[in-house]
């Protein structure tokens, strides 16, 4: 037993030379003026706490170790003299110090080793053009899809969706709010120039709550270099998000479907016109795509692009380039899931489903191949499956307008017509220039015979492709002649501009039922499914207006075509 002669603390620890709280040097026993305890005796006070340390930093809890003494102490017999001190052992003053380090050095590995929560969502922003040339839009929005598309293929992350960013792009909002809306815990951000030839590019990694930057870079390239700064870029960025890539991610990120910068910044620019859909802009992607392979004819993505363009216009062209992408690379989920595509617009059921089932297992993160799948489906009429395609399509970009689109067919076709145009109804308000989505909601209002709306929503996609004349024609018929009125206007019009077998055959068909001509109904129908042109061809298996036609044996060989495979 030792204790402090200046405030009389005492300490069971023989090992200790000075006191804690003071500093003065510890005797043993107690101090002669202490009254011995009473055997037994109990007393009220806590016992003594001496502090080891206290860290400076307000947000640091106080660290305490309780030192237990009593005040129960053994008094010397009379005439046994106290021991005699023990001899100073100067590597105690050390003591204090070697305590102070442990506990410092622990505070500040705590604070800087401890490692940081991983991140499992993040959205890479529109990438800000400050070249000072709007003509290098292609290159901005090109190298974030990429970067998209490769952070996509890690495990465990949740990137989002191209469709579901570029909504921001050339607004002012702030990380924090762009984290809410779209769920996120990061955001990248960036800035790119291009100038004599150089790509300089800064990236910011932010904490979408908090706004501290958690990585930023800068790098300045020669757009020689341009493949190699996007797999650069890639690399840089996972590492921050995941800092022990397995082998099956960095195999990911070291893919390089071309390594000729010149074809890979083509197809950029065809991928930024494709991204148009419609007008004369859309047109000039595909002339992009050919250059593009005309620099590197073994690139891969460059045949998928263009299959994509022929896609719905000249379907041996798209079967041509998207088996060309597979002879390339059997691996590519976009290619696969092209092709399945295309079998399903050629109601090739089987082939179909073998190669969307094998572009979603090689990523199940592209969005379109879960609403091609979803399509699929519900042209089958296996309803659920197809609303979960649609569901996991959304979770990847809930503001996908084709999606959208998709999810309200289904909800039509599955005999949920006012479900669908309620659906449809908020899906245009949030995106009021989807051309397909007001079309697709007039056609929906006529099959309500709510002809008032169906009108004008028809007018608008048409004002949105830039057929203002024809918009004022279908309001101005309307008007003076009524439903017939409009649907005369409107199929000559159609009959002019959309040659036979083209991608509305179905629609122009209902129009002749409303009209009353049954027989051009069934012509248009058997021409449309003889060249398998028309996505929208199944609704006759399941919307009213073809009623009229179920007890033809012509219209019913159509129909069979939907039946799903057994």
């Not at 009220?44 to 930093?57: K, M, N, R, V």
């Not at 899809?145 to 909002?173: D, H, M, Q």
């Given at each position: 037993?030792?204790?402090?002669?200046?405030?009389?603390?005492?300490?069971?620890?023989?090992?200790?030379?000075?006191?804690?709280?003071?500093?003065?040097?510890?005797?043993?026993?107690?101090?002669?003026?202490?009254?011995?305890?009473?055997?037994?005796?109990?007393?009220?006070?806590?016992?003594?706490?001496?502090?080891?340390?206290?860290?400076?930093?307000?947000?640091?809890?106080?660290?305490?170790?309780?030192?237990?003494?009593?005040?129960?102490?053994?008094?010397?017999?009379?005439?046994?003299?106290?021991?005699?001190?023990?001899?100073?052992?100067?590597?105690?003053?050390?003591?204090?110090?070697?305590?102070?380090?442990?506990?410092?050095?622990?505070?500040?590995?705590?604070?800087?080793?401890?490692?940081?929560?991983?991140?499992?969502?993040?959205?890479?922003?529109?990438?800000?053009?400050?070249?000072?040339?709007?003509?290098?839009?292609?290159?901005?929005?090109?190298?974030?899809?990429?970067?998209?598309?490769?952070?996509?293929?890690?495990?465990?992350?949740?990137?989002?969706?191209?469709?579901?960013?570029?909504?921001?792009?050339?607004?002012?909002?702030?990380?924090?709010?762009?984290?809410?809306?779209?769920?996120?815990?990061?955001?990248?951000?960036?800035?790119?120039?291009?100038?004599?030839?150089?790509?300089?590019?800064?990236?910011?990694?932010?904490?979408?709550?908090?706004?501290?930057?958690?990585?930023?870079?800068?790098?300045?390239?020669?757009?020689?270099?341009?493949?190699?700064?996007?797999?650069?870029?890639?690399?840089?960025?996972?590492?921050?998000?995941?800092p022990k890539l397995t082998g099956s991610d960095e195999q990911k990120l070291a893919k390089s479907y071309t390594t000729d910068s010149e074809a890979y910044r083509l197809y950029l620019q065809g991928r930024f016109y494709w991204y148009k859909q419609a007008g004369q802009e859309f047109e000039k992607c595909a002339d992009y795509f050919r250059r593009a392979i005309e620099k590197d004819p073994n690139f891969a993505l460059g045949y998928v692009g263009l299959a994509d363009y022929y896609s719905v216009r000249k379907r041996d062209k798209a079967r041509e380039n998207v088996n060309r992408a597979l002879a390339l690379d059997?691996?590519?989920?976009?290619?696969?899931?092209?092709?399945?595509?295309?079998?399903?617009?050629?109601?090739?059921?089987?082939?179909?489903?073998?190669?969307?089932?094998?572009?979603?297992?090689?990523?199940?993160?592209?969005?379109?191949?879960?609403?091609?799948?979803?399509?699929?489906?519900?042209?089958?009429?296996?309803?659920?499956?197809?609303?979960?395609?649609?569901?996991?399509?959304?979770?990847?970009?809930?503001?996908?307008?084709?999606?959208?689109?998709?999810?309200?067919?289904?909800?039509?076709?599955?005999?949920?017509?006012?479900?669908?145009?309620?659906?449809?109804?908020?899906?245009?308000?949030?995106?009021?220039?989807?051309?397909?989505?007001?079309?697709?909601?007039?056609?929906?209002?006529?099959?309500?015979?709510?002809?008032?709306?169906?009108?004008?929503?028809?007018?608008?996609?048409?004002?949105?492709?830039?057929?203002?004349?024809?918009?004022?024609?279908?309001?101005?018929?309307?008007?003076?002649?009524?439903?017939?009125?409009?649907?005369?206007?409107?199929?000559?019009?159609?009959?002019?501009?959309?040659?036979?077998?083209?991608?509305?055959?179905?629609?122009?068909?209902?129009?002749?039922?409303?009209?009353?001509?049954?027989?051009?109904?069934?012509?248009?129908?058997?021409?449309?499914?003889?060249?398998?042109?028309?996505?929208?061809?199944?609704?006759?298996?399941?919307?009213?207006?073809?009623?009229?036609?179920?007890?033809?044996?012509?219209?019913?060989?159509?129909?069979?075509?939907?039946?799903?495979?057994?």
């Amino acid at each position: 037993m030792k204790r402090c002669p200046e405030c009389g603390r005492d300490y069971n620890d023989d090992s200790l030379s000075f006191c804690l709280d003071d500093g003065s040097e510890l005797l043993f026993g107690p101090a002669v003026s202490e009254r011995p305890a009473s055997v037994g005796g109990q007393f009220g006070d806590e016992p003594a706490t001496a502090i080891l340390h206290e860290t400076e930093s307000p947000k640091e809890a106080v660290t305490r170790i309780q030192l237990h003494t009593t005040e129960q102490t053994a008094v010397l017999p009379s005439g046994i003299e106290e021991a005699p001190k023990r001899s100073f052992d100067k590597r105690l003053l050390a003591a204090p110090f070697l305590l102070a380090i442990i506990v410092v050095g622990g505070f500040f590995a705590f604070r800087y080793i401890t490692p940081v929560k991983q991140l499992e969502s993040i959205a890479v922003m529109p990438f800000v053009n400050d070249s000072g040339n709007a003509e290098m839009e292609y290159l901005s929005d090109g190298m974030t899809e990429t970067l998209i598309n490769s952070l996509s293929k890690l495990a465990n992350l949740s990137v989002k969706a191209r469709n579901a960013v570029f909504p921001y792009k050339g607004k002012e909002v702030s990380a924090r709010q762009i984290g809410e809306e779209l769920g996120v815990q990061a955001v990248l951000l960036g800035r790119l120039a291009e100038r004599g030839g150089n790509i300089k590019l800064n990236l910011e990694l932010v904490d979408a709550k908090t706004l501290d930057v958690i990585w930023s870079e800068q790098y300045d390239r020669k757009q020689a270099d341009l493949v190699n700064l996007q797999q650069e870029i890639a690399r840089d960025v996972s590492s921050r998000l995941r800092p022990k890539l397995t082998g099956s991610d960095e195999q990911k990120l070291a893919k390089s479907y071309t390594t000729d910068s010149e074809a890979y910044r083509l197809y950029l620019q065809g991928r930024f016109y494709w991204y148009k859909q419609a007008g004369q802009e859309f047109e000039k992607c595909a002339d992009y795509f050919r250059r593009a392979i005309e620099k590197d004819p073994n690139f891969a993505l460059g045949y998928v692009g263009l299959a994509d363009y022929y896609s719905v216009r000249k379907r041996d062209k798209a079967r041509e380039n998207v088996n060309r992408a597979l002879a390339l690379d059997p691996d590519l989920a976009e290619a696969n899931g092209t092709l399945g595509y295309q079998y399903m617009l050629e109601y090739d059921w089987a082939n179909a489903e073998r190669y969307m089932k094998r572009a979603l297992e090689l990523d199940d993160k592209i969005l379109e191949l879960h609403r091609w799948n979803g399509q699929r489906l519900m042209m089958l009429g296996r309803w659920d499956e197809a609303f979960a395609a649609y569901d996991r399509a959304l979770e990847i970009d809930r503001n996908s307008s084709a999606t959208r689109l998709s999810y309200a067919a289904c909800l039509i076709v599955s005999g949920k017509l006012n479900d669908g145009i309620r659906y449809m109804e908020e899906s245009v308000k949030a995106d009021p220039s989807h051309i397909w989505g007001h079309s697709f909601l007039g056609h929906a209002y006529s099959l309500r015979n709510d002809w008032a709306n169906s009108v004008e929503q028809r007018a608008i996609a048409a004002e949105l492709s830039g057929r203002s004349e024809e918009a004022r024609l279908m309001r101005e018929s309307f008007a003076k002649g009524g439903r017939d009125g409009f649907l005369r206007e409107l199929v000559s019009r159609m009959e002019a501009r959309i040659p036979a077998g083209g991608s509305a055959q179905s629609q122009r068909a209902s129009m002749y039922l409303f009209l009353g001509d049954k027989e051009k109904a069934l012509q248009t129908l058997e021409r449309a499914a003889e060249r398998n042109g028309d996505f929208w061809l199944f609704m006759i298996k399941y919307e009213s207006v073809y009623d009229p036609l179920r007890g033809d044996p012509r219209f019913q060989a159509i129909v069979k075509i939907f039946d799903a495979p057994k």
